[in-house]
């Protein structure tokens, strides 16, 4: 219970002191006029208050994952709750901060335009065909998640087709329609009963007395899966997620001062975290220890974890409240996650998004495609899912270390987790069977080599920049205005 209770004041002290830090770094402008202004459409960027933004960006980035992967973190151990909180404070408040700061800075640029600008422009490619591949798988898993979800609070009295038509056609309209018309409506509400659920069961396993394990380093999964790289990249949302940088844009296109960026993104992701180790802690807690939860886990997966700790925490009321709390999850990031993907789209082939014929045509074939993957077995694709969604992670961070770099600024914060991650990402697509399936210690040195050269890589161009004096931030005179 202590390492647990530690974790959480851990994660808001680094709120208020890495984050401050961060902040001062970067430094911010209180003059300059943000995207939700110069670049007013009344479609994506539309000026809105701080706290409207700050729940609409936890919602956007939290999807299952800071309860589904924490759940099956929980099978190490309490090393989980060790990567939830570094990595967090360390790596994924920096890693969404800077990505929306200085998507802030550029129009409000999404990861591929960024990429192109900081890193080359072949980057911009990748990079852009790496996004649309994150948004469209966690778009159609984030439909038939909550249908299941839904299928199964309901005792199957709605076929779970008619289910998963009805959350479709919300997606359609949110991708759509202006954000501040449904987004910025609902998600007030979504993001209060995501919050009441998640506190609901940290309290409840406080006072009940749960037995939540004190801080070891001991591997306790029972298949013996090793910790390295493995947690990193089953613990991804809170602690460190690359499908955050592909939100984070949206919300830097209705943000009204760059003040108000670290409640927003360092904040949020903070935020996200704390409920991480919540459903962490109740996966090790609450089944009578490691084999237990790996039992409930293979008979009817993480939402059936959820659902039998929100029950036994909250009762029958309550915890359909808390279930319907982690439905609201993959709702609003499915949602974000097409309109995300509509607008790197749009910026990739430079079309204007405030007709609604133009945003139609992009949107159409997007749903089209993922209609046909929900009939695809994800299992193996969603291997490949996070194996992408780090890489991702480790492109933003590097893009962050650059901007640092140019502008003679403490790069480090950046370069030392985007470094960090990309030994494992390195080594993973080496030793798993999705990838090259190569032993552990030749994928570890190949690893560590891998990322040497891009490290150098990195430092040659970044120089390169430094001296060409790279424009760090697009000339508000030059942006287009929309009256």
């Given at each position: 219970?202590?390492?647990f209770l530690a974790g959480i004041v851990l994660l808001i002290l680094g709120y208020f002191t890495y984050g401050k830090f961060v902040e001062k770094v970067f430094g911010v402008k209180e003059e300059r006029a943000t995207p939700a202004y110069v670049n007013a459409d009344g479609v994506d960027y539309i000026p809105m208050s701080t706290s409207k933004n700050s729940l609409i960006q936890l919602l956007n980035i939290a999807g299952t994952g800071p309860v589904f992967g924490p759940i099956m973190g929980a099978l190490y151990g309490p090393v989980a709750f060790i990567w939830i909180v570094i990595g967090a404070i360390f790596a994924?408040?920096?890693h969404d901060y800077l990505t929306g700061m200085i998507s802030i800075r550029n129009r409000g640029a999404h990861l591929p335009e960024l990429a192109s600008k900081f890193l080359g422009k072949v980057m911009k490619h990748v990079v852009n065909a790496f996004a649309v591949l994150l948004l469209l798988l966690v778009g159609t898993v984030f439909v038939s998640t909550p249908a299941s979800l839904l299928h199964v609070l309901m005792n199957g009295k709605v076929a779970?087709?008619?289910i998963i038509a009805a959350v479709f056609f919300y997606y359609i309209l949110a991708t759509l329609m202006?954000?501040?018309k449904i987004i910025g409506r609902l998600y007030?509400?979504?993001?209060?009963l995501l919050l009441i659920s998640a506190v609901g069961v940290g309290i409840g396993m406080v006072v009940t007395g749960a037995p939540i394990p004190e801080l070891s380093l001991q591997n306790f999964h029972p298949d013996h899966l090793p910790v390295f790289p493995?947690?990193?990249?089953?613990?991804?949302c809170g602690a460190l997620s690359g499908f955050h940088a592909t939100q984070t844009p949206i919300i830097s296109r209705t943000t009204q001062k760059e003040k108000q960026g670290r409640k927003i993104f360092y904040g949020m992701m903070i935020a996200e975290a704390i409920i991480a180790m919540i459903w962490a802690a109740a996966g090790m807690s609450l089944f009578g220890g490691y084999d237990g939860l790996n039992d409930v886990l293979a008979a009817g997966g993480p939402g059936a974890v959820v659902s039998e700790v929100s029950v036994a925490m909250l009762g029958a009321i309550g915890g359909t409240l808390a279930v319907l709390g982690v439905v609201v999850l993959p709702i609003t990031s499915g949602d974000t996650a097409f309109r995300s993907a509509r607008m790197i789209i749009a910026e990739?082939?430079?079309?204007?998004?405030?007709?609604?014929?133009?945003?139609?045509?992009?949107?159409?074939?997007?749903?089209?495609?993922?209609v046909v993957l929900t009939q695809i077995d994800f299992n193996v694709l969603w291997r490949y899912f996070s194996w992408a969604n780090q890489s991702t992670a480790v492109i933003a961070l590097f893009v962050g270390a650059m901007y640092l770099y140019v502008a003679k600024k403490n790069y480090f914060i950046s370069l030392i987790p985007g470094t960090f991650m990309l030994i494992m990402v390195i080594t993973y697509i080496l030793n798993a069977p999705i990838g090259f399936n190569l032993p552990m210690n030749v994928?570890?040195?190949?690893?560590?080599i891998g990322s040497a050269i891009l490290v150098a890589l990195f430092f040659a161009a970044a120089k390169k920049n430094r001296a060409n004096n790279l424009p760090l931030e697009d000339d508000i005179s030059n942006w287009n205005r929309v009256a």
């Open positions: 219970m202590y390492t994924g408040a920096v779970l087709g008619i202006p954000i501040d007030p509400y979504f993001g209060a493995l947690i990193f990249f089953t613990i991804t990739y082939f430079n079309i204007a998004q405030k007709k609604f014929s133009s945003r139609l045509w992009i949107a159409v074939p997007l749903f089209a495609i993922s994928s570890w040195i190949g690893g560590f």
